[in-house]
Nanobody
């Protein structure tokens, strides 16, 4: 079983930047596809970004494309989400997720792919 712990959330002004981290337990981190999702109050979780096993391919939701960057350091069992040019509408709880199943660009965007989820970290962007 994989344990995921997000950190780095907080309050930031619009236009600012924030870096989220997701630390994973276990010895098989490099075999997992990793994703970031976010959830607004009363809404379903929304796809934010995903990255393949080696980090050679990344994918982004339309709302964050060009502003957010996902990366991973397999030696540290950690995935990052660099968030730039933040907007008030980015305010949400952000979740890290891991998938053992082989993912395609299409399936990476759905939460159903992912086997493990972190507890989430709150990101609040003020106007």
């Amino acid at each position: 079983q994989v344990q995921l712990v997000e950190s780095g959330g907080g309050l930031v002004q619009a236009g600012g930047s924030l870096r989220l981290s997701c630390a994973a337990s276990g010895r098989s981190f490099s075999s997992y596809y990793m994703g970031w999702f976010r959830q607004f109050p009363g809404k379903k979780r929304e796809f934010v970004a995903a990255i393949n096993r080696s980090g050679s391919s990344t994918y982004y939701g339309d709302a964050v494309k060009g502003r957010f960057t996902i990366s991973r350091d397999n030696a540290k069992n950690t995935v990052y989400l660099e968030m730039n040019s933040l907007k008030p509408e980015d305010t949400a709880v952000y979740y890290c997720a891991a998938a053992r199943t082989f993912a395609t660009p299409a399936t990476m965007t759905t939460g159903d792919l992912y086997d493990y989820w972190g507890q989430g970290t709150q990101v609040t962007v003020s106007s």
